[in-house]
């Protein structure tokens, strides 16, 4: 079993849709929970993180940790062409600065 | 602007060659990484450092090899022992933030002919 488990999708919607992306993992001494994002043929760019359990909102995007159930979401609203991309989750523990990766949803929102 | 330049861009080798992927860094970070990616797999760890003259094996160093003599620059060989070398490469640097967080660069595509 993967320490991170991601749908690599891909995942297709009409502008204006909600977008709920998703990974489960199986190590419980992770504490930081990232999202990166990467368009095509770039570099991934950190889209937000959550310490510990709970919910993080910025603008139209909401990260969600549930320790208990080891399950990460990232729910896009209001969803654009621009946010057409690879959503890659990473948490990680207090090993310094080993993010374990999950193998990324691509998702692309059409008009 | 500080950021990671990653260099070349885009490469092709022959087998039996080695290549050097060059990474280089404005950010003062002490921490910095090597990552490679394919398709459905995310992206693997290949070599990390702390720090200057310093640097230990993530989960693939097989076929690679690294060196940090200076802060700002972390160049990745991708040697012939590499069986299967043809990916995306990227490298990328951590902050004092205390979360992990890492900046990458724009990535560099090797291709093996």
């Known amino acids: 079993q993967k320490e991170v488990e991601q749908d690599p999708g891909p995942l297709s919607v009409p502008e204006g849709a909600i977008v709920s992306l998703n990974c489960t993992y199986s190590?419980?001494?992770?504490?930081?929970f990232m999202w990166y994002r990467q368009y095509s043929r770039k570099g991934p760019e950190l889209l937000m993180y959550?310490?510990?359990?709970g919910n993080k909102e910025d603008g139209r995007f909401t990260a969600q940790v549930d320790k208990s159930s080891k399950y990460i979401s990232l729910f896009i609203r209001d969803s654009q062409p621009s946010d057409s991309a690879t959503y890659l989750c990473?948490?990680?523990?207090?090993?310094?600065?080993?993010?374990?990766f999950g193998q990324g949803t691509i998702l692309t929102v059409h008009p | 602007d500080g950021g990671i330049t990653q260099s070349p861009k885009y490469l092709f080798r022959k087998e039996g060659q080695n290549v050097t992927l060059s990474c280089e860094q404005n950010?003062?970070?002490?921490?910095m990484y090597w990552y490679r990616q394919d398709p459905g797999q995310g992206l693997r760890l290949i070599y990390y450092?702390?720090?200057?003259?310093?640097?230990q094996k993530g989960d693939i160093a097989e076929g690679y090899s690294v060196s940090r003599e200076k802060k700002e620059s972390f160049p990745l060989t991708v040697t012939s022992a590499q069986k299967n070398p043809t990916a995306f490469y990227l490298c990328?640097?951590?902050?004092?933030?205390?979360?992990?967080?890492?900046?990458f660069g724009a990535g560099s595509r090797l291709t093996v002919l």
């Open positions: 990328a640097s951590r902050g004092d933030s205390g979360a992990n967080v890492l900046t």
């Open positions: 190590n419980s001494a992770f504490q930081y």
């Open positions: 959550t310490y510990s359990s």
């Open positions: 990473a948490p990680s523990g207090t090993s310094y600065g080993k993010l374990t």
């Open positions: 950010l003062n970070h002490d921490a």
């Open positions: 450092s702390q720090i200057v003259n310093d640097f």
